[in-house]
């Protein structure tokens, strides 16, 4: 069974732009959530979903957002970048969502560095 | 911010120590999970303890939940160089079910 896989792995952009990042989970499940990990803050929890609809969100500035599609796919995406904006997102699925979330599996995330 | 509090942030060990990183809350926890990072790589899940008083092994890996389940552990017998990495706790804190991440302690074995 494919793991979660998540694009592009690496990119760089300068403070302004805006980026999408894409997550496939693994076949079957239906929960994808982001976080965001960085040096200082650690893993943050940015957003949940689940069956296309968002269950949950982080601390984050509306400049993050995200969604999920009907094959449970999902991207998230930041606008007007910053340079704390810089970290490697990662992308984690799972069988159901709830208190039962159980394990997560994450992809190998995707770097960005904001120049 | 994070809501757990994870110690030590750092330890180096030598090779066939023991390692131990402690994981606390300030609130009963409903479970708590515990991740693998190698350096580069990302979160891998270890476990998930739920009952009060847990305590699970996985070779020589072992895992405790508090009684109060308002705190957790993880011990490593005789470390190996494999054993390098980030470990982190994540909990349903603060009334969420979301897992929150501790800070993670980065153990580095020497050989």
């Known amino acids: 069974k494919a793991g979660v896989t998540q694009t592009p792995r690496y990119l760089i952009k300068t403070r302004g732009q805006q980026v999408t990042l894409s997550c496939s989970p693994i076949s079957g499940h239906r929960s994808v959530s982001w976080y965001q990990q960085t040096p200082g803050q650690g893993l943050q929890f940015l957003f949940e979903y689940f069956s296309e609809t968002q269950r949950n969100k982080g601390n984050f500035p509306g400049r993050f957002s995200g969604r999920q599609f009907s094959n449970s796919r999902s991207e998230m995406n930041v606008s007007t970048l910053e340079l704390g904006d810089s970290a490697l997102y990662l992308c984690?699925?799972?069988?159901?969502?709830?208190?039962?979330?159980?394990?997560?599996?994450f992809g190998e995330g995707s770097r960005l560095t904001v120049l | 911010g994070q809501q757990v509090m994870q110690i030590p942030q750092y330890q180096h060990v030598q090779e066939g120590e023991d390692f131990t990183t402690y994981c606390n809350s300030s609130t009963t926890l409903s479970n708590i999970q515990w991740y693998k990072q190698r350096p580069g790589g990302h979160p891998v899940f270890l476990i998930q303890l739920v009952k009060s008083g847990e305590v699970k092994k996985q070779k020589r890996l072992t895992f405790q939940f508090g009684e109060a389940k308002k705190n957790s552990s993880l011990h490593i017998t005789a470390t190996q160089t494999t054993d390098v990495g980030t470990y982190f706790c994540a909990g349903p804190w603060g009334g969420s079910y979301i897992p929150t991440f501790g800070r993670g302690t980065s153990l580095i074995v020497h050989p």
């Open positions: 984690a699925s799972s069988l159901s969502h709830g208190p039962n979330t159980g394990e997560l599996f």
